[in-house]
């Protein structure tokens, strides 16, 4: 290599390597992104979108395809495969340390970008760049990174009062994140949302695909909740669904009190329009 003073390192002892150009741009870019966004969120969310692709070495146009892609699970095996094909190999922890934090960064202006006025454009691209994101912990091996990515992506996407994709983000956790702790918790608020906000077919879906894996007794009954729902069974619903569900209760071993605290909250909610009297609450836990 052919020693340039004018590409010398800040000491002056080294050359500038490829990877010391792309770090350095990137923060810069980044810096720039932040000012702008003082300004113009939007011109904003594209200067952090372009900083982020020229650092991972992605076209921007592949993060427009990944946010056309309706399907949920196909968003999440899309954005796997271009993980797997960015040219760089990030083989530093610093380097996906960066790239991670830019991800975020980038995602979270997306959405932030969009004010009080949500669209589903903007809400998907930023969506895209979280899977993106949830995509790349999970090929660098860090799973606890991934699911904190859905959790933010999600608590994101309820803030904005874009519950039906936020509760199709719960999907991925029972594909990918049971073994945390609380991933029973977000099935089972994604559930429950889905039935307050009468989304009915989204809540089956998610409680079938719940139910096929790892089935409990909370959530066949809200399964079965949801049936009665769809079919508007305002008999079963007034008369017989909370009696129901306290003999759920007793005979319910439960691993975790809170997920039968919320499923019991929501359903007292939900049925009291249908309920001319409602019982006592059991004592879950």
């Known amino acids: 290599m052919v020693d340039r003073p004018e590409l010398r390192g800040t ?14 741009t990137l923060e ?16 904003a969310a594209v200067k952090y979108t372009c900083a982020l692709c020229r650092y991972m070495g992605i076209d921007p146009l ?45 995602a979270s202006a997306q959405l932030a970008s969009m004010g009080s006025e949500p669209n589903i454009l903007g809400a998907k691209h930023g969506l895209a760049v979280y899977l993106l994101q949830h995509a790349f912990a999970t090929h660098k091996q860090s799973p606890d990174i991934a699911y904190q990515t859905m959790l933010t992506v999600i608590t994101s996407l309820r803030a904005l009062n874009l519950h039906y994709l936020a509760n199709d983000c719960v999907t991925l956790i029972m594909d990918h994140h049971m073994s945390q702790h609380d991933a029973r918790i977000q099935v089972a608020r994604a559930a429950v949302c889905s039935l307050t906000e009468s989304d009915f077919i ?84």
């Not at 000491?11 to 350095?24: E, F, M, Y």
């Not at 870019?29 to 969120?41: G, P, Q």
């Not at 009665?228 to 009696?243: F, T």
Request: glycine share 2%.
């Open 202 to 285: 989204r809540a089956r879906e998610l409680l079938q695909t719940y139910n096929f894996q790892f089935g409990e007794p909370w959530s066949r009954f809200m399964a079965h909740v949801v049936d009665k729902a769809i079919n508007a069974d305002i008999r079963w619903m007034s008369e017989r669904a909370m009696i129901e569900w306290q003999s759920v209760v007793r005979d319910s071993m439960q691993n975790d009190c809170q997920v039968y605290e919320i499923v019991q909250d929501a359903l007292t909610a939900y049925l009291e329009p249908y309920t001319w009297y409602v019982p006592k609450k059991v004592v879950v836990c």
């Open 62 to 106: 592949v993060i427009s395809d990944l946010a056309a892609t309706h399907d949920i699970r196909e968003m999440s095996a899309h954005a796997g495969a271009i993980v797997k094909e960015i040219p760089r190999k990030f083989a530093k922890s610093e380097d996906v340390l960066q790239a991670l934090e830019a991800l975020e960064e980038t």
């Open 28 to 43: 810069c870019d980044m810096v720039a992104a932040r000012l702008l966004w003082l300004s113009d969120k939007q011109a």
């Open 11 to 24: 000491k002056g002892s080294a050359v500038w390597s490829a990877r010391s150009l792309l770090k350095t």
